[in-house]
């Protein structure tokens, strides 16, 4: 069985003092969260993850990531390593997300890079995957996310490939209020799981997290959910307020 995972992508917003504040409200909020329902992560801007992880130590809340550089240690001037990010009690790291591709040129082989290092370190990669709104349009939306995934996790052993977690990620409908429609999702979803199979086997596919991320919201999240191959949401701006990261997390009640 598949346990959903809700990540939330704070990106670049709250400072220390509003992460405490905010992870200490959703500490005792998720508290009778029960964990076979659903997994909950907040992933934080890098310099609150230490005061982060001090409120949700212990907790039912794990401590992601939004990003790492594929080396240990060495003269990489801002970037910080897997190893400091295992130190600060990080368990997911997310990799490739679209923003990291377009703003920063990040491409396949750089991020299949992370993913691996991010395992080696025994972090849980959260990969992104997912096409750009002309990409649709033009009926590509599967050649993307094919190039992603298949270059994404490229050279991932069998025994490696089920402590990542997919998250569909369709460009077009982050941040713009838009979403794709729960079939809409559930068709890309489904191709993913394909796609794992044909790289691997059915049990392995069957076994691998497929996430939605795209302006997911309290009004569409069961919907979303309810759909086979939808195993969870990384969630952006709906992740920042309380009220509305409560009820996504609580979307099986």
């Known amino acids: 069985m598949r346990v959903p995972l809700i990540a939330g992508n704070w990106k670049m ?8 504040e905010f992870v200490t409200t959703l500490k005792n909020i998720f508290k009778d969260v029960p964990e076979d329902k659903v997994e909950i992560a907040v992933c934080p801007p890098f310099t609150n993850l230490k005061v982060v992880n001090d409120v949700i130590k212990g907790t039912n809340i794990k401590l992601g990531a939004q990003n790492l550089y594929p080396k240990q240690e060495g003269a ?87 402590y990542i977690t997919i998250a569909y990620e369709p460009v077009w409908a982050i941040g713009t209020g838009k979403n794709a429609t729960p079939e809409q999702a559930e068709e890309v979803h489904k191709y993913i799981r394909s796609l794992i199979k044909d790289m691997y086997d059915e ?49 099986y009640e």
């Open 13 to 20: 917003y709250k400072d220390v003092n509003e992460s405490v």
């Open 203 to 251: 049990n392995i596919a069957q076994k691998v997290r497929i996430q939605y991320g795209g302006s997911v919201k309290p009004e569409n999240v069961k919907s979303l959910m309810s759909m086979e191959n939808i195993d969870g949401a990384l969630v952006g701006g709906a992740s920042l307020k309380v009220d509305s990261f409560e009820k996504i997390v609580k979307f």
């Open 76 to 162: 990489f001037t801002g970037e910080i390593s897997p190893l400091m990010l295992r130190a600060l009690g990080v368990h997911y790291v997310i990799i490739g997300h679209s923003e990291r591709r377009q703003y920063f040129n990040e491409t396949n082989e750089f991020i299949n890079e992370k993913v691996k290092v991010a395992l080696n370190y025994g972090l849980f990669p959260i990969l992104c995957v997912g096409e750009k709104l002309k990409e649709r349009e033009e009926g590509k939306t599967f050649d993307v996310v094919k190039d992603h995934i298949t270059g994404g996790l490229k050279d991932i052993p069998k025994d490696k490939i089920i």
